[in-house]
């Protein structure tokens, strides 16, 4: 496996299931071996975060005519294009057209693809990676797996945790080993005992619950994400803003939590400063806290606009 990862350069991961610790875990562990390689890291992690927070696709303006057209042709101009279109009747009106913006959907054409979860392929298409002619590494613990990758690491009723540390034991860091210490069942003692002599730090399964929840309550507008959450543990939130900011790159991000209270990060300096002069808040390194007053997620994205 190791040497799957060192030879490519594009690297995509996705998880079958969005609220699996075990699947997380080990999907967090291959997003920081790829950047410790400075690998380009594409990732499928729940349906709010984008594949890749830097990568921008431009929107598509698409013109659709309900009647037959014998002739296109346009004049573009520094700012603007004009469209023209010849339809092959005179009998045509307005309401015979339709315009809207589309946004393409993500389709990412990857060196490597590592399915974490995943039973058949047909549910890896779901991904949005191209994974034709796409070398994949299939990370699974069912025996309903259909062994679909060109490398398979199966091990029936296991966690994936277990079964990616079997395959990178001889470089995995205190670091890794702590994630991987999230994502282990308790019965795998020998793999805890292993992790822990790694420098692994136990009793984080809190941490990587919360995280999962404030990331499937993400949303994106205005070039900044937002995260509103209850009953949020403020101790999980250090970790929580470390794998957001440093594992997925994202560059601004507001978290809510606990109803009023909220804290941020942003690396642009105009959604900075529109922080803390609407709510007086005190920055510290890009970042710090504020109370969101009596404004809804809606009217605080308009203040950040």
């Not at 080993?177 to 009793?203: C, D, F, P, S, Y």
């Not at 900011?245 to 959604?271: H, R, T, W």
């Amino acid at each position: 496996m190791i040497e799957y990862l060192n030879k490519s350069q594009t690297i995509g991961i996705a998880i079958a299931d969005y609220e699996n610790i075990d699947f997380l875990t080990t999907a967090l562990v291959l997003i920081l071996l790829a950047k410790k390689q400075n690998k380009q890291t594409f990732f499928k992690l729940n349906n709010n975060l984008p594949i890749n927070p830097n990568l921008e696709t431009s929107p598509q303006i698409v013109l659709n005519v309900r009647k037959p057209v014998s002739d296109v042709f346009y004049e573009k101009t520094e700012n603007s294009i004009k469209l023209f279109l010849t339809p092959e009747s005179k009998n045509i009106s307005l309401d015979d057209l339709f315009c809207e913006i589309i946004n393409p959907k993500e389709n990412i054409k990857c060196d490597l693809v590592i399915a974490i979860g995943f039973k058949t392929l047909k549910e890896l298409e779901s991904s949005s990676f191209d994974i034709n002619k796409t070398t994949i590494i299939n990370i699974a613990n069912s025996h309903l797996n259909r062994r679909f990758g060109k490398v398979n690491l199966i091990e029936n009723g296991a966690s994936v945790s277990k079964v990616l540390f079997n395959n990178i034991e001889d470089i995995v860091d205190k670091n890794i080993a702590t994630l991987l210490l999230m994502g282990v069942k308790e019965g795998e003692i020998g793999t805890i005992q292993k992790l822990i002599e790694k420098g692994g730090e136990r009793n984080n399964e809190k941490k990587i619950q919360d995280l999962i929840f404030v990331l499937n309550k993400m949303e994106f507008n205005q070039n900044t994400y937002i995260s509103e959450v209850s009953n949020l543990d403020e101790a999980s939130i250090p970790f929580i803003l470390k794998i957001i900011k440093d594992y997925f790159s994202i560059k601004n991000l507001v978290l809510i939590f606990n109803q009023n209270s909220s804290i941020f990060y942003a690396e642009e300096e105009e959604i900075l400063n529109k922080i803390k002069t609407h709510f007086n808040a005190q920055v510290k390194n890009k970042g710090g806290m504020f109370k969101k007053e009596n404004l809804t997620k809606k009217e605080l994205l308009n203040v950040l606009k």
